[in-house]
């Protein structure tokens, strides 16, 4: 199986941009993409936080996975995070692509080529540290939980009313949430990224929300 992975953060390349520079790069080595995997949050979340990101990484348990992703900081902008990562795809024997670099990690990689890699993403200017929530994220919300039903739900050209219904919620609020999260055009985005598959739907895409389950813990409470 081949992931293209993507992360949908304010600060990163829209989903578009990543797709593209990732299928430019597949086609570049005949590589076939099979599944998109997208991670979405309003902001960069750390790792400890990011639970279906793990559970993804986890998942691939033999050399028959291969991932890419555009670079390397989409999978984390933090090096302590990186090298964890790219821990557990050396562990589970995965190929990891970098695409902008054309790095390979996997199980033969010589640790020469990857720690100016590592150097490098050290090196980037850290963002200024904000009193308070930083600038693009939000706050938790009752409807985190319903995150994944409700991008099903728009992608297949439902109306906020029949959402609401569908869910039993107040559609002002529901209205609320989805235009707050621009949940509309992270549609169209994931609809876009997902041409070159085969069946062009968003359903081929895998989405990681990382709020999903700290909200589903919250109501068992």
Same mark, same amino acid.
């Given at each position: 199986?081949?992931? $293209?992975?993507?992360?949908?953060?304010?600060?990163?390349?829209?989903?578009?941009?990543?797709?593209?520079? =990732?299928?430019?790069?597949?086609?570049?080595?005949?590589?076939?993409?099979?599944?998109?995997?997208?991670?979405?949050?309003?902001?960069?979340?750390?790792?400890?936080?990011?639970?279906?990101?793990?559970? #993804?990484?986890?998942? %691939? $348990?033999?050399?028959?996975?291969?991932?890419?992703?555009?670079?390397?900081?989409?999978?984390?902008?933090?090096?302590?995070?990186?090298?964890?990562?790219?821990?557990?795809?050396?562990?589970?024997?995965?190929?990891?692509? =970098?695409?902008?670099?054309?790095?390979?990690?996997?199980?033969?990689?010589?640790?020469?080529?990857? #720690?100016?890699?590592?150097?490098?993403?050290?090196?980037?200017?850290?963002?200024? =540290?904000?009193?308070?929530?930083?600038?693009?994220?939000?706050?938790?919300?009752?409807?985190?939980?319903?995150?994944?039903?409700?991008?099903?739900? %728009?992608?297949?050209?439902?109306?906020?009313?029949?959402? $609401?219904?569908?869910?039993?919620?107040?559609?002002?609020?529901?209205?609320?949430?989805?235009?707050?999260?621009?949940?509309?055009? %992270?549609?169209?985005?994931?609809?876009?990224? $997902? *041409?070159?598959?085969?069946?062009? *739907?968003?359903?081929? =895409?895998?989405?990681?929300?990382?709020?999903?389950?700290?909200?589903?813990?919250?109501?068992?409470?």
């Amino acid at each position: 199986m081949v992931y $293209a992975y993507m992360r949908q953060v304010p600060s990163f390349n829209n989903l578009v941009t990543q797709k593209n520079d =990732i299928l430019a790069f597949s086609h570049y080595k005949n590589i076939d993409i099979e599944q998109e995997v997208v991670e979405y949050a309003t902001k960069d979340l750390p790792i400890d936080e990011r639970k279906d990101f793990e559970k #993804f990484l986890k998942s %691939l $348990a033999s050399d028959r996975f291969t991932v890419m992703v555009a670079s390397l900081s989409i999978l984390s902008t933090r090096v302590d995070e990186l090298v964890k990562i790219i821990n557990c795809v050396l562990s589970h024997e995965v190929d990891l692509w =970098i695409c902008d670099i054309h790095l390979l990690i996997n199980r033969y990689s010589r640790m020469s080529d990857v #720690f100016p890699v590592l150097e490098e993403q050290r090196k980037k200017p850290k963002s200024k =540290i904000q009193i308070g929530r930083p600038k693009g994220s939000k706050s938790s919300s009752k409807f985190d939980m319903y995150h994944s039903k409700i991008m099903t739900m %728009l992608s297949r050209d439902k109306t906020v009313s029949a959402i $609401a219904r569908t869910l039993n919620v107040s559609r002002s609020s529901l209205k609320d949430y989805i235009e707050s999260r621009e949940l509309k055009s %992270l549609v169209t985005s994931l609809g876009r990224a $997902a *041409e070159g598959l085969e069946g062009k *739907e968003v359903d081929n =895409i895998i989405l990681i929300c990382p709020f999903e389950e700290e909200a589903r813990e919250k109501v068992k409470v």
